[in-house]
T-cell receptor
Framework: QKEVEQDPGPLSVPEGAIVSLNCTYSNSAFQYFMWYRQYSRKGPELLMYTYSSGNKEDGRFTAQVDKSSKYISLFIRDSQPSDSATYLCAMKVGEGNKLVFGAGTILRVKS | DVKVTQSSRYLVKRTGEKVFLECVQDMDHENMFWYRQDPGLGLRLIYFSYDVKMKEKGDIPEGYSVSREKKERFSLILESASTNQTSMYLC???????????FGPGTRLLVL
């Protein structure tokens, strides 16, 4: 079983929809949770960074962590065609160097 | 502006060849990383370097080696390329203790 599970999609939604992307994990020691966005033929870029449980909002994006359920989510409000990309969750234990990534979910927002 | 560059976007090599992938960052970051990205598997860490001449194995170091002689440059070496090393290779850098890893655009390697 993988440490981090993420549905690869693709997830196809109409413009303006609310998008929910999710990851589950098995290692209860993870403390730091990230979402990266990767456009086609580009490297990933950090979108959201959260520590421990709770919500964090940044514009149209909200990251949610539920440590009791070992479940993290990324919500995108008012989705745009420019949001079409692969979204990767990542997490790590403490201040260590090693990130553990999910497989990535392909999102397509249709205009 | 943050910049991580990789020497090639696409590379085609033959089985048994020695392959060098180069990564350069201009941010004076201490930490540098090499990942490979495969469909359904996400990014897996091959090696990382926490400073010049320092390196540590990641999750899948077999068949790879690395070199970090200068702070800005981190090289990944495939000693004898094999077809199962066909993949997308991503380099990243990070300030020591920083939150963010900055990624390069990737090198898509095909081993025939």
């Amino acid at each position: 079983q993988k440490e981090v599970e993420q549905d690869p999609g693709p997830l196809s939604v109409p413009e303006g929809a609310i998008v929910s992307l999710n990851c589950t994990y098995s290692n209860s020691a993870f403390q730091y949770f990230m979402w990266y966005r990767q456009y086609s033929r580009k490297g990933p870029e950090l979108l959201m960074y959260t520590y421990s449980s709770g919500n964090k909002e940044d514009g149209r994006f909200t990251a949610q962590v539920d440590k009791s359920s070992k479940y993290i989510s990324l919500f995108i409000r008012d989705s745009q065609p420019s949001d079409s990309a692969t979204y990767l969750c990542a997490m790590k234990v403490g201040e260590g160097n090693k990130l553990v990534f999910g497989a990535g979910t392909i999102l397509r927002v249709k205009s | 502006d943050v910049k991580v560059t990789q020497s090639s976007r696409y590379l085609v090599k033959r089985t048994g060849e020695k392959v060098f992938l180069e990564c350069v960052q201009d941010m004076d970051h201490e930490n540098m990383f090499w990942y490979r990205q495969d469909p359904g598997l996400g990014l897996r860490l091959i090696y990382f370097s926490y400073d010049v001449k320092m390196k540590e194995k990641g999750d899948i170091p077999e068949g790879y080696s690395v070199s970090r002689e200068k702070k800005e440059r981190f090289s990944l070496i495939l000693e004898s390329a094999s077809t199962n090393q066909t993949s997308m290779y991503l380099c990243a850098s990070r300030l020591a203790g920083g939150k963010t890893q900055y990624f390069g655009p990737g090198t898509r390697l095909l081993v025939l």
